[in-house]
């Protein structure tokens, strides 16, 4: 089957008729869960040195730096706005496929919307299109991010393409020169993970997509078989591939019921770790002085993501089982302030660190944990968690993401300015002017 026309073709004809509630509520959801995400990183250091070099190059200010003053041309505030959205470590998470689902999709979506103005339905609408274009595409490649490829750059270029596509009303024909062009700017190593390019790689992905489709537009063509072609997409960077999870009930099912959302700040494989240290440390009432040793058991996929034994700054400590322990057994919680560089070289954290060993199970479901601890008395306690706080099959709820928007957006505003945004999204689709959204972020009073 012609994948890349078919999916186009979806893309293009797809009905707002069409779109289950259910589906449109988690699309507000996750834009909710991803602006906090951008609000709150968007004064990191990372976000500060791609400014200071992006800036002198950018073209006349369009666009805004989410949470920020500043305004870039369109392609570069896609860049910086999917840069900032991922360099906490917080953001949503594909369960299938572990793309980033949204970094990708709504920085090029919501910065497009304030150069071409499309209604909160509309850019409801290109957002879930785009996250769909991306995850089954993942779906399609099952050994695509094992190999070494990030997954959420990789397709996410893909959805960015979808959602600007869509935005810009292009036919089935453009739309595939939009998803070939996408094709043949897809990149993204895991080998970066842990440094600054591991969130420019989103950024890249969200510029590359919505370029794609500003081509597409004006007629630059590309292979309309892109994704399947025998030197495509999914058998060049793929290996064994899948190819009819891309057009398999389409329009049937929907991706972002796959979506969930991260209570803790880091690599998503080590939220039930912590989830199991910190459910010890309050049943129990243990005391981290007390702890003699703690033996984490995780999937071998996991501790190869996530298995820094000593991380030395708060990028590397996202990855590190033994740093997640050790900040969830002694302070008592895993937030934005427990994976800083301040922390990760705390001299009582790095002791602690040497407390914690990793063993891996592959008998383990790559985002399940058993966590055993001894005590410094003999007692022991253990406990399994195959699902953690935030897991589809824990979710998180509407009034929890709200709530960590809030957290999030605290650095840059009142907590009445961040509910009034928050408001904005719940109900998104009556909005006539979706820009409305990011400029909101930069009007608001700061607080710091």
Known sequence: MDETKTLARFIAQSRWSDVPDTTRHEAKRAI??????????????????????????????GASVIGRAEKLDTLNAALINGLSSNILDFDDTHMKTVIHPSVPVAAAALAFAEHHPVTGAELLHAFILGVETECRIGNAMPHHYAAGWHITATCGVFGAAAAAGRMLGLDA????????????QAAGLTATMGSMSKSYNMGHAAKSGLLAALLAERGFTSSDRALEAPRGFLRVLGGEVKTSEISGRLGETWELSWNAYKPFPCGIVLHAAIDGCLQLRQTHALSAQDVKRVEVRLNPLALELAGKPAPAAGLEGKLSARHAVAVALLHGKAGVDEFTDACVNDARVTAFREKVATTPDSALDKAAAIVRIEMQDGSRYTREVPHAIGSLEKPMTDSDIEQKFIDLAAGSMTQSAARAIADQIWSLENLNDSAELPRATARVPETH
Do not use: H, K
């Open 173 to 184: 024909q453009r739309m595939t020169w939009a998803l070939g062009v996408a094709a043949t």
């Open 32 to 61: 909710l869960n991803w602006l906090g995400c951008a609000i709150g990183g968007c004064r990191d250091d990372t976000v500060e040195r791609a400014l200071r070099a992006i800036t002198p190059f950018s073209g006349p200010p």
